[in-house]
């Protein structure tokens, strides 16, 4: 360490120090700088890439209104999910609450059906597609809780009576919207375990129902309203790229891309999986191998919605989905979604449409000329009665090239445990991790980075404090766990906050 320190002197243009460095102005780092302040530890720096604190809570300027004054459309994060029980409160939902955000209830049971020759009615395969998820999310509570081994989603589901024919491609499209659109990975890519335990955790506890934002502040609000009750401008340094973290059992040094350095006692980094998985990002030393396989065994996901302005509403305005089966290809173009519906922002003419994965691969590699003329030659097979004319707006983001980002939330493979994914969370010596990819029970949603992000400045806070601190109403002390080597299962018993799972296990079935 004596001779690493030498070495960052000489590398850092300027040094300065903090009690606790937090790599990246996400929500996570968001509830860890807010869980830092709440213990009266006010000696911490965010280093955040953009020049805007949210992350994946990104908003943009988009079409106009009849004035000429810009719609705001959300990028990234959109919908609060997991609202409406007496008991649990979502904390998004909390803070969309206290923020007063514009938010409309998405109505899943508003939506009409369509292949290449326009309005054909399958909702009776949405019904059994519902039927055996139900039977699905028992089989898989009961795999979770006797320790066998994980299977694919989609060999759960095929078990519990979901067998949709490789070229029947309305069942097809049906999976895509219950499964591909939620986790932007295939069934057959998915831990059929954690991904029914994510869903489960999230909706049964806190409520079924998901609301969509439409605020013309944006999503983030929620984030930097709530940055301005207790951060400092001074606490943030925007505009600022992390290039390399050296660790040690005494502390951190963070090196910027303009060769200035932080030293800190320690740093949370929240960064997304893809930005560790993909990025140039350099570790002194090299991380330990665990953690090393840890990211990569996890998945990030990329969904791209791709938004178009029309001069008219020419689709059903009071029908929020049209969900499209492609002849040809499975999730090709298949969920549109209507922002001039009342409750959204009526009167805009805004449909957008949404791809994940390989499609969005595509669409995101190819031109905007090129995307707008495939997603047209959609809709007007969906409307062969209706002029569909040019879109006076198109715009979507490329999510698997944004260098913060590399893509947009993660996913568990199938044959994931939990100890597998404790690697991805545990510290290494004073090198903490955050982020909505460390939470075992919400990964993916906002609320899984809000929880992680938290309980890693709390768990700081008990070491620089030398104490216990309480989580979740649970003691926990000292540095996390790790697991070396993995086995093939999760014993029952291993479900508990030591492996970042905080909750009752009786809310799985
Ligand atoms: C298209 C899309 C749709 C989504 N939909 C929903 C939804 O509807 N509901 C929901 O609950 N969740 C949704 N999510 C997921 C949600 O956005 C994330 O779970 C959450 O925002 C993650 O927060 P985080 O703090 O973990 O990570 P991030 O928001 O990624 O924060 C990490 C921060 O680190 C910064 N950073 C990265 N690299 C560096 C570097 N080298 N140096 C300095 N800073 C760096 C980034 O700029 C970023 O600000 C969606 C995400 C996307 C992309």
Redo the contacts with the bound molecule.
Sequence with gaps: YVAQRKIDERTCKTTTKTTVAI???????LTAAQALHNESMNDFLI????DT?????WHTEFGQDEKGDPYTVE???????GIGSNTTENP?WHLAKKHGLKNTYSNYDSILTYDEHGFSNYTDLLDSYDETSDVASKESGRLLIQNIQDETARSGYALAGWRPGQNDMKAQAVEWWNWDWETAWTPDTSSFIFGMAGDNLTFNQFGPDNNLAVDPRGFRTIITDEAKTFLHEDQVHLN????GIDYSPTGVTIHTKTGDCIRAAYAIC???LG?LQN?P?KFTPDLPLWKRTAIQSFNMGT???IFLQFNETFWPEDTQYFLYASPTERGYYPVWQSLSTPGFLPGSNIIFVTVVQDQAYRAERQSDEETKQEVLAVLRDMFPDKHVPDPIAFMYPR?SME???HG??SNWPPGTTLEMHQNLRANVDRLWW????GSASYF??????WF??REAAMQIVGLLQDRCVRIYGERSCGDRVHYDPLRGSSPVDAYTLINGWPVNSTHLE
């Design positions: 790599l990246g102005g996400g929500m996570a780092g280093l955040e890439y953009r604190l949210g992350g994946r809570m990028l990234g994060a959109n919908w609060i999910q998004i600022t790229e992390v290039t929240t960064f997304s930005v990025s990002l969904y791209t919605k999510w260098p913060w980002a947009s939330y955050a982020g909505e990819a993916g949603f906002l609320q899984g980075a992680e992000g």
